[in-house]
């Protein structure tokens, strides 16, 4: 039995000693005289619910509506704002071939925005109205500039905005038959009618500056800023929306045939848009006293960990560690059966310090200091499996600030309390493959909108770290 469990520790060793830090000062070269000792220790890490202040708003996504968390009774309420993207070097038809009005000006025929879903929480048959405002010419939102989600971005609306259009509508549209709704072609959306006189403006600047529409750029601080989409009323019904289209509709003939012509405009990824989520009442959630922590999405709150950097060092200076892995668990006394939100398909664990950096800079999870997890429903846990990289780092450069600042260990831990402080936040993750090599890696990680929220056990329960150790001995 003890050569069994011998062996299986030095196996468990060589399985992780690629993932030791090479940089740490704590990793031995192993020769043919060396002989693995492992070994583990578990450690407590204590957690508390955190409520998120600045959440990168921008997205390839937009959410619209009003819901009511039953577990918590908080409201979460979605509006957004959206640009509009044209092709490059956009044209019209010839200006003879198309119809005029009766003053012999160019007109449009109609006008339409469509707002495209593929999913919405809550039900279908819930009436929502929704009002359409342009954005301010004067005050154009700006392309170097990050929004986060919290901002107010009707400060983008002119002062004395009046809505474009109003439109009421139910998530699933019953003015279709119920074959057209089921349908597999069948793409959901809001269709809101808006003035031809808007249509008709924008006709006309493409007739009389074209070089206007020569990039999205030059349309959107030219010719058409963008709309703002309010809510005027409806509770309980959420909608995710892909992507959002203008439609202007006019006619042209060509050899004596009269055509239906469109100009269409779309809310894109090359173009701004954003969400502004208000949570209502999430402070109350805070507390230091339960015996769990939350991680609320969107623009909610995050679960933030405290490591036990020192305890893990202390004694093991001269060690290195293969393994640190913690497992989060799902504090799961909720009746499900009833229209609960959603549980985060992913999370990130990143430095406190760096939260805002890592959303704002566009970056990726690098497996050394920020790393991502999925949700184990077989198990109802998280598990972030190795984050030895992340322990041996932030040691080293408290040892490296000491030594420059001439601190010690408790009068550095007084200077930077958050040092080994990281946040657990929901995300969105994507990748891509390459076939030759078999390989994934991220190209996104992007904060989650959706509607989730759960609790971790944490909190008054300390949270388990464990950590094997490897040390040589010649």
Known sequence: MKYRFALAAIMAAATFFAACDEDSGTMGIVTTQDAV???????????????????????????????????????????FLAQFHTFEDYELP??????????????ADSV????????????????MKMAVFELDRENVIREDQTYYATDDLTQFLPADATPLASHIFTP??????????TSSSHYNNVRVRLPKSFGTRILRAAHEHP?????????????FPGFYFKLQSGIGTMLTLDVSALNVYFRYVVKDSTYVGVSRFSATPEVIQSTMFKNDDLQKLISNNQPFTYLKSPAGIATELVLPVNEVFSGHENDSISRARVILTRY???????????????????????????????????GMTTYTTSFASAYNTYTFDNISHLLSRLYRTKLQRMAAEGLTSAQYDAKYPEWNHVVLVPVNIATTSDSSTGTTRQTSV??????????LVGGTEPIDLQVIYSSYLK
């Open 446 to 455: 992007t904060h989650d909108f959706s509607l989730n929220s759960i609790r």
């Open 332 to 366: 799961n006394d909720f009746d499900e059966t009833t229209n609960a939100l959603g549980i985060p398909s992913n999370l990130l664990m990143v430095p406190k310090a760096r939260i805002h950096s890592f959303f704002a800079n566009h970056q990726v999870a690098d």
């Open 94 to 107: 010839d200006y003879e071939s198309i119809v005029k009005n009766e003053a012999g000006e160019i007109e």
């Open 211 to 223: 070089e206007y529409f020569r990039d999205s750029w030059q349309f959107i601080h030219r010719v």
């Open 172 to 181: 699933s549209d019953y003015t279709l038959s119920e074959s057209e709704r």
């Open 112 to 127: 339409e925005l469509r707002l495209y879903y593929g999913n919405y929480f809550g039900e279908g048959t819930n009436p």
């Open 37 to 79: 000792s492992s070994f583990s220790n578990n450690f407590k890490i204590t957690s508390n619910s955190l409520l998120l202040d600045s959440v990168v708003g921008s997205t390839s996504k937009c959410y619209f509506g009003l819901v009511r968390d039953i577990e918590t009774g908080t409201d979460i309420r979605a509006e």
